[in-house]
């Protein structure tokens, strides 16, 4: 039957197959694969939508193991029935995505040529999959890139193709098929998109939808830019819009729309902003946004899509008391000072931010995202753009510590060798409009060969400071010369390896301002970074979720990183600069009865951001505060000035940012063991710096008897002096800023002190930081440090948490 080598042959002659052998080879072969074929048509099954499309929630837990909040699936999917679907979306479909669906087989060969030619010329494409192909894929299969299912898929195809009616698969596919936005199936997508009913879509809002089953990701016009930076708002409009336009003359091309109709479409259908879900209000929503994006950027399986679609348990780290705790210290500001009724052109569009972090972790275990999850979309934990201000400057006195200033008669690149490491004590030129230089002595200049003269806060000339009480009273002309004299790039390198990302909230490190905070990291960054002075320099990266788990199966797990960032030595005396700063300083209103604190105060040029950012040795928190021009519907929104706002007449980070971290770090740290933070060794050499002069005695460690450039000017003083009665009020409310203190506050005192009131000074004696009609960091006619002249209508001092001013006190 089969002669091969064959029979009487020689040569090649023997070995070349006769014609009957290659054709009965040919024959069986195909006849091998249609039995295959067959087999396999017959033995898959028809996809069952109900069972191989179910969506689920996906679980969040608190910190205990507590639910927070079963959302993110997709719960809103709402089958509705063929005719319950408009005639223009299915029109909008077919004209999409396969224009021979009515009468094909399932499968399309010209469909696939002409997708893949569209895509060699650059044209738009339709897929190169049918309608029932994607219908099969969305109900049926896995996602999963094989052989195996591409084989099932086609078999499949064909069995639904023979088997189930036209109208079935359209209904199915669009009831399946995922819009984005957490919404599967044309109902949800119109209620998520229109906020109405299918039944009630236009065909342009048909147009719209049906652009959105190529890749919600990429023509949603609210963007996506948390999975992909390049799905901006802005791109995906042009795409969605393009794409729009070329479905609606499709479809006139097609037949299923007069051109009459057309021509009258001409304005994109621009759907409305996203809206969380109620059950997300509150700081809820941004929580879970939070550990979602997390996650999402963690693990390298699982996608939006897959999120989406719902069956994680996602196990953050949040602690849902401090949550709280935080939140009402943000709203009690907002109840007692914001009013934008009464005060609609300072007071309106307020924004707070917050986030607080375990130091020896770096879980974030609270943060403010906003006001509500469900009316403000933008979480402010995160990165808004409102600038640090002041808060920057230890990052510069780290670098001066870690790296030191250069040799001004040597090159710009020089090793520690050449360098000198950097004491607290050193001196610097502390004048308003400080003409800043060169390491190297000469006049900085810019590429408009302009000079830079540094302003500190109310034009404030400290002449020279050590900078300790540089630090203290926030003078910015010493911390700008100082990282020019460092270096800019040093000081960008400290604040990375404190834990900012080098990223687009980065500001120009090239020029001197930058060391006085005109970066915008945000306030998780923020506080994750100090949190590295906390820990002696051990920085350990914030993270929101520990664990993830599927089916019970644990998908994803956090792995601590922790590096070292600095030197104990180095940390440790950053933190006792700070220390002073919230003991001395201008943190004075976020001291804590009976433990230590850690921080710094950070106002901006036009007073359009204000911040608080400190720790104690185990919880880093940082408070921001900023007001926008417009509300979110603006995509362009613009930082607006903060003067009057809250019916003040500057906004100070030692004002209401100090206030609400007061209040958050007072209630999360009760009954937590009350620590110290380490004892700082010796540092570094004493330089002099700015036009200083040249070596002179260390300054004294006590306080600088100037004003804060951080903090508010003090009122008019009374023109009749009066004495402290040395019993405090028990009568004052905590936001009454003219109630009249005893102890170092009240209606004439300034901050930290004032006019006729000496801040911790005694009682006309001008004892401890007191002074003539004034406390040493009071308003007018300020004493001399230590009050060593006679203190003469000095305030009692304080014992708690005052010493006067914005946010003093029954105890000063």
């Not at 963690?298 to 999120?307: E, F, G, I, L, S």
């Not at 201000?389 to 510590?401: C, D, I, N």
């Not at 000079?451 to 404030?460: H, I, K, P, S, V």
């Not at 003083?717 to 402290?724: E, I, L, R």
Request: aromatic share 8%; glycine share 12%.
């Amino acid at each position: 039957m089969i002669d091969y080598p064959r029979y009487g042959k020689y040569g090649f002659r023997r070995w070349l197959p006769s014609w009957k052998l290659v054709s009965g080879l040919c024959v069986g072969f195909l006849g091998m694969l249609m039995g295959v074929a067959g087999v396999s048509y017959a033995l898959v099954d028809t996809p069952k939508i109900q069972n191989a499309a179910k969506a689920q929630n996906n679980v969040y837990y608190w910190a205990n193991g507590d639910q927070m909040v079963a959302t993110g699936g997709v719960v809103n999917r709402q089958v509705i029935s063929y005719e319950q679907i408009p005639v223009a979306m299915r029109n909008a479909v077919v004209a999409a995505e396969n224009k021979s669906f009515w009468t094909d087989r399932g499968i399309d060969p010209k469909g696939i040529g002409r997708a893949v030619f569209n895509m060699a010329t650059g044209g738009q494409t339709q897929g190169g999959s049918t309608i029932t192909q994607q219908y099969v894929k969305n109900s049926h299969l896995t996602q999963d890139q094989t052989l195996s299912r591409k084989f099932k898929e086609l078999f499949i195809t064909l069995k639904v193709a023979g088997n189930e009616d036209k109208r079935d698969v359209m209904a199915g596919y669009l009831n399946v098929s995922y819009y984005g936005r957490g919404a599967s199936g044309i109902q949800a997508a119109a209620r998520t998109y229109y906020d109405k009913d299918a039944t009630d879509l236009t065909p342009s809002e048909c147009a719209f939808l049906a652009t959105l089953l190529k890749g919600a990701s990429y023509f949603d016009p609210a963007g996506a830019t948390d999975i992909d930076k390049s799905a901006t708002a802005e791109a995906n409009t042009e795409r969605a819009t393009d794409r729009w336009k070329w479905i609606l003359d499709e479809q006139v091309k097609d037949g299923t729309m007069e051109k009459a109709e057309r021509d009258k479409i001409t304005e994109f259908p621009m759907p409305k902003p996203p809206r969380k879900d109620a059950k997300l209000g509150g700081q809820t929503g941004y929580l879970v946004e939070l550990a979602r994006k997390y996650f999402l950027a963690n693990n390298k399986k699982y996608t939006a899509k897959d999120m989406e679609l719902g069956g994680f348990e996602i196990h953050t780290t949040f602690d849902e008391k401090k949550v709280k705790q935080l939140s009402a210290a943000v709203d009690k500001v907002y109840k007692a000072k914001i009013r934008p009724d009464e005060r609609p052109k300072t007071d309106t569009h307020v924004e707070f931010g917050g986030a607080s972090v375990d130091t020896k972790t770096g879980a974030i275990l609270a943060t403010y995202g906003g006001q509500d999850a469900t009316k403000h979309f933008t979480n402010n934990a995160d990165a808004t753009g409102a600038q640090v201000g002041s808060t920057w400057k230890p990052f510069v006195l780290a670098a001066a510590m870690q790296y030191g200033v250069r040799d001004p008669k040597l090159g710009p690149d020089q090793d520690a060798s050449q360098r000198t490491v950097v004491s607290p004590e050193s001196i610097y030129n502390g004048d308003n409009k400080l003409r800043i230089k060169n390491y190297n002595g000469e006049v900085w200049r810019d590429k408009d060969d302009n000079e830079w003269l540094q302003t500190n806060d109310g034009d404030y000339d400290h002449g020279e400071i050590d900078l300790r009480h540089a630090m203290e009273q926030s003078a910015n002309s010493p911390f700008v010369q100082l990282g020019m004299d460092v270096g800019t790039d040093k000081v960008k390198e400290a604040a990375v390896n404190a834990g900012l990302k080098d990223d687009d909230m980065m500001a120009d490190s090239t020029v001197p301002s930058f060391s006085i905070g005109t970066s915008s990291p945000s306030a998780i960054r923020m506080a994750g970074a100090y949190a590295t002075f906390a820990t002696s320099g051990q920085q350990n990266p914030t993270y929101s979720v520990t664990e993830v788990k599927k089916k019970g199966e644990v998908v994803f797990k956090h792995k601590k990183q922790p590096r070292r960032a600095f030197s104990p030595l180095i940390a440790d005396n950053v933190t006792d600069v700070l220390k002073n700063v919230v003991e001395n300083g201008t943190g004075k209103p976020a001291r804590l009865p009976g433990r230590e604190a850690a921080g710094k105060t950070g106002t901006t040029d036009g007073n359009k951001s204000a911040w608080f950012v400190g720790y104690t040795p185990q919880l880093s928190t940082a408070i921001s505060m900023f007001r926008l021009d417009d509300d979110e519907t603006n995509t362009k929104r613009k930082f607006e000035e903060m003067f009057g706002t809250g019916g003040e007449k500057k906004i100070h980070g030692n004002s209401f940012p100090a206030s609400i971290w007061h209040d958050y770090m007072t209630a999360a740290m009760k009954g937590k063991k009350v620590l110290s933070f380490p004892e700082p060794q010796p540092i570094g050499e004493t330089v002099w710096g700015g036009g200083a002069a040249s070596p002179s005695p260390t300054p004294s460690p006590t306080p600088s008897p100037t004003p804060s450039s951080e903090e508010p000017e003090p009122p008019t003083p009374s023109p009749t002096p009066t004495t402290p009665s040395p019993t405090p009020s028990k009568t004052c409310e905590p936001f009454d800023w003219d109630c009249n203190n005893p102890n170092g506050g009240g209606a004439n005192a300034g901050a930290d002190g004032g006019a006729n009131a000496g801040a911790d000074g005694g009682a006309n004696t001008g004892t401890t930081e007191g002074g003539a009609n004034g406390g040493a960091d009071g308003g007018a006619n300020t004493g001399t440090t230590e009050g060593a002249t006679e203190g003469a209508n000095g305030g009692n001092g304080g014992n708690n948490n005052g010493g006067g001013g914005l946010w003093s006190g029954a105890n000063g």
